[in-house]
């Protein structure tokens, strides 16, 4: 595999962009098959392009923003399970009290991916997983230099989703 990128910065450096394009080839992808897993014969490809935006908003506030387009297929053609397309993020940080406190506000969207679904026989079927989104939240302040309070609310907003076709996430 390889890549390839560029980062530029700009506004006195408070605010940066980067940008990578992706490359990768596998020789025999292991993938599930049943009740162990096997390896597909021949060289499965995946490509894409990452993006990046960080800004300084101020010197207590700052934002970062994230989008990956990821082109995965075995190598028969099919595309790859549990490769989302479509994945970004942003997140918010804000410190205080001269960074001895922090909130942190992320919110992280997964577009709809493929995995396998087996029956009784363990005979495999592509099922696709909806696209989610996740809402988390948390806070921390440094009562001394060892003692440190934190809280943490992850998917504020109770998203029910699959990351692995009937296998539950938290909530």
Known sequence: GWDIGFEQYLWEDRIS???TYF??????LIVGSGTTAINLNGE????GVELALNVEVTDALDLT???TFTNAETSDGTEQVRRARHVAGINLNYGF??????INLGIDYNGNQKDFEFDAGFNRTIVTLDAFTLVNLQASYDVTENIQLFARG?????EQYEEVFTFGTPR
């Not at 490359?23 to 025999?28: E, F, K, L, T």
């Not at 499965?44 to 490509?47: K, T």
């Not at 009290?97 to 922090?102: E, F, K, L, Y």
């Not at 992850?154 to 109770?158: G, P, Q, S």
């Open 44 to 47: 499965s490809p995946s490509q």
């Open 17 to 19: 962009l980067d940008t």
């Open 23 to 28: 490359s990768n080839r596998v020789n025999d």
């Open 154 to 158: 992850e998917n504020l907003l109770n």
């Open 97 to 102: 009290h001269d960074d001895r406190g922090n």
């Open 65 to 67: 923003a994230s989008y």
